[in-house]
């Protein structure tokens, strides 16, 4: 896959300043804060990616119901909802890097999952990076592209739930529907279940552990804990979905990232690789057989 000439908006070779990050957000230190309501003064910590945490600003009081200062920010436009090492964006200087490397390097010299034709090294190159953060060694590349192709058959019944849908069926729905028809024929994607209940009582109240204790003595196995939150909480999502249609500040929800990778990488040919990575380098895994890849072989249930 080429680039339109003028479609490039990062050159493959970069200035020795380009090459090393700038001090985000101007580095470590502190905020002072003067309410000018109270006259009161905090000093709020400002970290070496030169952010704040929001929950500093819960101690600048005022008086009223006693609830701290909170900020309001619609869309997430200037807030980092987390810290990552898989991509670093700047839409206005025309950036977007995975991994460290400049997508132009990628989208000219490598590809996501497909082998060039004539089976040439850019196969499954990218998703790879974009998982285990550093491009494939030749031995990495082979052992994914198996387990790639081991898992890309798409089962029967996927393809009759599909094919079960009106015909003017909305994309978004369709692709809902077919992710959630295939999941139901890899359950071993679901994970530990007692992780999936510790995700949903993260994210849940605090009352929910009590009724974790009720559904477990119902009978209801942990996997549906998740379900069971969710369904009565359904006109509630339906009402605040209602609410922000009518809301004229709502805006895309797009939150910002503490980018904490590599900064910026030249692409690599395989040849030109290293057999083998440093120590501690993420990498794939020895990857059992699905139940639904076991079930396809056996030509059970498929």
């Known amino acids: 896959m080429g680039l339109a000439e003028g479609d490039s908006v990062e ?22 804060v003067i309410d000018n309501r109270t ?24 008086g009223g119901d006693g609830v701290g200062l909170r900020t309001y920010d619609n869309g997430y436009v200037n ?3 987390c810290k990552s090492r898989v991509s670093y964006i700047d839409g206005d200087r ?33 998703s790879y990076l974009v998982v285990y953060g550093s491009l494939p060694t030749p031995d990495q590349h082979q052992r994914w592209s198996e387990a790639v192709m081991r ?27 077919g992710l959630c028809a295939l999941s139901t024929l890899h359950p071993e994607q679901g994970g530990d ?11 849940a109240a605090r009352s929910d552990e009590y009724f974790c204790l009720v559904y477990r003595a119902m009978g209801f196995p942990p996997q549906f804990f998740t379900v069971l939150f969710a369904i009565p909480r359904i006109a509630g999502y339906l009402a605040h979905w209602r609410e922000t249609l009518a809301d004229p500040d709502t805006k ?4 910002q990232q503490d980018y904490r990778g590599e900064w910026l990488r030249g692409y690599q040919t395989m040849a ?9 380098t993420d990498e794939l895994g020895p990857v059992p057989p699905s139940n639904a890849y076991v079930r396809r072989v056996s030509g059970t249930h498929w």
């Open 272 to 280: 030109e690789r290293p057999h083998k990575l440093p120590p501690g």
């Open 151 to 177: 898992h890309s058959a798409l089962p029967v019944a996927v393809e009759q739930t599909i094919a079960a849908l009106p015909h003017d069926a909305h994309p978004m729905g369709t692709i809902l529907t």
């Open 11 to 32: 050159a493959e070779h970069t200035s020795a300043e380009d090459a090393v990050r700038a001090t985000p957000g101007g580095g470590p230190g502190s905020l002072t």
């Open 39 to 62: 006259g009161r003064r905090y000093e709020i910590a400002v970290s070496d990616h030169g952010t704040i945490k929001a929950t500093d600003l819960k101690q600048i009081t005022a």
């Open 252 to 255: 895309i929800v797009r939150p």
């Open 94 to 126: 025309g950036i977007l890097r995975y991994r460290g490397y400049p997508i132009e390097q990628l989208a000219e010299r490598s590809n996501f999952l497909e082998a060039r034709a004539g089976g040439g090294e850019g196969g499954r190159e990218v």
């Open 79 to 81: 807030t980092s909802a």
């Open 193 to 203: 279940p007692l992780i999936d209940v510790a995700l949903a009582l993260e994210a």
